[in-house]
């Protein structure tokens, strides 16, 4: 039997992603699911809308997979709710939403179909039929303890098919769409303009909506961090800006 010391994370706090993936097999996983950087691996999915082919279907767009433990529970259907009222929103980022659960795909249509009768919502995003589980096993949905329904996961995808953003929700806790909605704005800002974000942008606590300056990667560069320009420096690791 694998096991790992209880104190594993505090004694080894640099340990990456990829050596987690590398235990993850050691200790009985099939594969390692794909981690932050990593490319979404190829799939062929039957959905509520038809066959299709992931990253492919989704090719220059982001997109977010998400899981839930199964159709006609309660937490499931807020969730379904919630992230079809904020559907507009992540379109206007170039942004799909895909969702996924180990159940067939008649059960998927009957479920939105009850929703939509009963709640007056039209689930107009596809739904994964991953009967077998074979999906959610690749895509490490799956959690020991939890039986065979898969947890609360959330992928998001840039357009270049890379798996920018890993969340992982218990079955007892529904997500918050606001967040993944923010995170899915964040990484775009982040990425066109070369910057990091604070806590909680763009409302973060110390500097507002301001994005963060990469650190300086040699000491003339550093040494010039705090004469001015369009930068605010608490200290030459730490500048700051308004975009």
């Known amino acids: 039997m694998c096991q790992m010391e209880p104190n594993i994370g505090m004694k080894n706090i640099g340990m990456g992603m990829k050596h987690l ?3 993850h097999q050691m200790c009985g996983g099939n594969d390692s699911f794909p981690l932050i950087g990593d ?7 039957k959905t509520t809308h038809g066959m299709m082919t992931l990253p492919d279907a989704y090719a220059g767009k982001w997109f977010v997979l998400f899981s839930h433990p199964a159709d006609f529970t309660p937490v499931c259907t807020t969730e379904f709710v919630a992230f079809e009222k904020r559907r507009e929103e992540f379109a206007k980022l170039n942004c799909e939403l895909i969702g996924l659960s180990i159940d067939q795909v008649f059960s998927h249509m009957k479920w939105t179909q009850w929703i939509k009768e009963n709640l007056k919502v039209e689930i107009k995003f596809p739904i994964i039929a991953d009967d077998q589980g074979k999906i959610a096993e690749k895509m490490g949905m799956i959690h020991p303890g939890k039986g065979s329904n898969t ?8 357009p270049e098919g890379t798996v920018r953003l890993i969340l992982f929700y218990p ?6 769409m606001d967040e993944v909605l923010r995170v899915v704005k964040t990484l775009q800002v982040v990425d066109k303009n070369k910057v990091a ?3 909680n942008w763009p409302n973060n606590e110390l500097i507002g909506d301001q994005v963060i300056i990469p650190p300086p990667g040699d000491e003339k560069t550093a040494a010039t961090r705090k004469t ?7 200290d030459w690791w730490f500048c700051h800006k308004k975009l």
Do not use: S, T, Y
């Not at 947890?151 to 840039?158: E, K, L, M, Q």
């Not at 001015?228 to 608490?234: A, F, H």
């Open 21 to 23: 993936g590398m235990i």
């Open 228 to 234: 001015g320009g369009d930068m605010v420096c608490e």
């Open 171 to 176: 079955q007892e806790v529904g997500r918050n």
């Open 151 to 158: 947890v609360r996961a959330v992928f998001i995808v840039d």
């Open 197 to 199: 974000a604070p806590a």
């Open 39 to 45: 490319k979404m691996p190829r799939m062929e999915v």
